[in-house]
């Protein structure tokens, strides 16, 4: 057997730049390269092999990208690969210690959404020769636990590599859930800084170009007649659209069932996008976030197809939104996702999943009862209020939803929005006009406060020839935006529009919603032991600037339409700091989410709270 010397962090970037993934009959470069920041737990382990390869031209298509922050950049293979759909992803390296647990975060995101992420954090010594090393956690009890072990909840496969033979194994392990379309998520591979530079005799053909089969998996014929003949009696079903219809490339399968059917189509955030807005049975956003239109209908429906959704709290407005009545169909390539709701699932791709289920209703003579002007009427109601939202003025300054109308108005219909948090996503969902799949990018399963400046640079080094802007709150952007100096150093231009509205403006108005008064989420001054003072004044404008970036501020509609106008002749990442009202956003339409409320207080209001919540909690589903 042919092998070759080579230490575990040389033999591991040579596998890596050497794994393929085939759907449809396309091979896709698995990995395009890795993100890192080097330190004493991997710079001369990884380090070193990257550099190794470098200089000896093996990677000509794997890409090294230098973060600021391990969350940041973490953050930001998340996004590549999202938009990627799944089909291509980055590895991401970091040091031992604090920088390994910065990745932490970005982990449970990547496994929440389940997007591919391989992480390769640097890891103590497997020798314990220099213990405890600098950054080492030193456990009382049991020796072998260091800060890595905090990935195992968050990861969908965890391994510690203590001998470098141990890689083998290992990457072949990592690869089989990266690469599955149902349980892929974060991978964490914890590599002890003295084995990675430890040298073993790998076996030549380990090296050897790699396909990974991302068969579809179809549709079984018994499940989609169980779904057909329970869908025969129904008369007003509605079908819900996951992010899963993107990963499966089935946007157009989806029209083509909404066409063939009549059957209204409901957005989850991860799903917005897959049909036009001016589809006329496209009705938007749904649940907590959605659409006057979509929340009626999913609140009538005697049926709910849930294609490629998770079913969360905020689609389902915390187990509220269904008639207690009606019926569940699910299509999902997860099997844990299409039992929710005691379903009748179908545990298929989305796209084999719709074509399957189509042609069967098709075959049955299928007809729903819904009245096509009544359908179109409740459209063209939603479309006036957005219209309204959109040019809602305020004398006090510029309102959001304003904004979001200039900007919507503005930027191309092949251009990408990225957000994530804060009331920014919720406006989205309800206000934003898509026309082409794949140019809404929100990663709403987590939420993760500062993905989207991180965010928006992954998915322009997924889409460089598209306009990429990250719309994203100033309590967001404080808290991660290092990413924004890598877009600079890679010449990867995104255009930051931040919204400062003075502070964590959506939980303050999810804190006064529930009876209590105004508390520590806005960006105020400390005045008689209280944060009530004046609000602190910060330029982002000026921020963006200190480290290159072009920047613009617009306190109202005109300057925003200019600031834009500016942004994009720019040829470098731009900020625009837009100066919005706090509290102009949008709510309610029909809508409940299940938040907690004190049970005890002393406050009237918080009583009245607790008791509305008890008595919704009376309609809702238990499980």
């Not at 698995?30 to 330190?39: S, V």
């Not at 994009?568 to 409940?592: A, F, H, N, R």
Request: net charge negative; glycine share 8%; with cysteine.
């Amino acid at each position: 057997m042919d092998t070759v010397r080579l230490t575990m962090a040389q033999a591991l970037i040579r596998f890596l730049n050497h794994q393929y993934l085939v759907r449809d009959g396309e091979r896709h470069k698995f990995l395009k390269g890795i993100m890192g920041i080097f330190g004493h737990g991997n710079v001369t382990g990884i380090g070193q092999a990257l550099e190794q390869a470098q200089q000896q031209g093996e990677l000509a298509d794997f890409t090294f990208i230098q973060g600021k922050n391990e969350q940041g950049m973490a953050n930001a293979a998340i996004a590549y690969a999202k938009q990627q759909n799944r089909l291509q992803a980055f590895a991401c390296t970091s040091s031992i210690g604090p920088g390994a647990l910065n990745m932490v975060t970005a982990a449970g995101t990547a496994t929440i959404n389940r997007i591919p992420l391989l992480l390769l954090p640097g890891d103590v010594f497997a020798s314990r020769q220099p213990d405890p090393v600098l950054q080492q956690l030193e456990h009382p009890m049991d020796y072998s636990i260091s800060v890595n072990d905090a990935f195992k909840p968050v990861s969908r496969y965890w391994d510690r590599i203590t001998r470098p033979e141990q890689l083998m194994s290992a990457l072949n392990q990592a690869m089989r859930v990266l690469a599955d379309p149902a349980d892929t998520g974060a991978v964490t591979l914890c590599l002890p800084q003295d084995v990675q530079c430890e040298a073993f005799d790998y076996p030549a053909d380990f090296f050897a170009d790699r396909m990974h089969m991302a068969d579809r998996r179809p549709a079984a014929q018994s499940a989609v007649h169980r779904a057909a003949a329970l869908l025969s009696s129904k008369k007003k079903p509605v079908l819900i659209c996951g992010g899963g219809v993107h990963y499966s490339g089935a946007a157009e399968e989806l029209q083509q069932f909404a066409k063939a059917t009549g059957i209204p189509v409901l957005e989850t955030q991860a799903g917005k996008s897959a049909m036009p807005w001016t589809h006329p049975l496209a009705f938007g956003g749904v649940g907590v976030t959605g659409t006057a239109a979509a929340n009626r209908l999913l609140h009538e429906a005697d049926a709910v197809i849930a294609v490629g959704t998770r079913l969360a709290d905020f689609t389902t407005e915390s187990k509220t939104a269904f008639r207690s009545d009606a019926d569940v169909i699910t299509i999902n390539i997860g099997a844990a996702d299409a039992v929710k709701w005691q379903a009748c699932p179908i545990v298929a791709d989305a796209k084999e999943g719709l074509i399957a289920l189509g042609k069967a209703l098709n075959q049955s003579g299928y007809e729903n009862k819904y009245k096509p002007n009544k359908l179109l009427q409740m459209k063209e109601e939603w479309h006036a209020e957005v219209d309204r939202l959109y040019e809602l003025e305020h004398k006090d300054g510029l309102t959001q939803t304003r904004a979001l109308g200039i900007i919507n108005s503005f930027i191309n219909s092949e251009d990408i929005i990225v957000g994530a948090a804060g009331s920014l996503p919720g406006d989205l969902h309800r206000l934003w006009r898509c026309s082409i799949p794949k140019t809404y990018h929100m990663e709403y399963g987590f939420s993760c406060m500062g993905y989207e400046v991180a965010g928006a640079f992954g998915v322009k080094l997924a889409e460089p020839d598209r306009e990429v802007y990250a719309l994203v709150g100033d309590g967001s952007y404080l808290m991660l935006h290092s990413e924004l100096v890598t877009s600079l150093q890679e010449n990867k231009k995104i255009t930051v529009l931040l919204f400062d509205n003075h502070g964590f403006q959506c939980i303050h108005n999810l804190q006064r919603d529930h009876g209590s008064g105004s508390f520590g989420n806005e960006f105020r001054y400390r005045q008689q032991e209280q944060l009530s003072g004046a609000y602190m004044p910060i330029d982002f404008a000026a921020y963006a600037r200190s480290v290159g970036a072009k920047a613009y501020t617009a306190h109202t509609a005109d300057q925003l339409a200019e600031a834009l106008e500016l942004a994009k002749l720019e040829t470098t990442s731009t900020l625009i700091d837009i100066k919005v009202l706090p509290g102009t956003g949008t709510s309610g339409y029909d809508s409940w989410w299940h938040v907690g409320v004190a049970e005890v207080s002393e406050n009237n209001q918080v009583q009245q709270a607790y008791g509305k919540l008890q008595k919704k909690l009376e309609s809702a589903r238990r499980f």
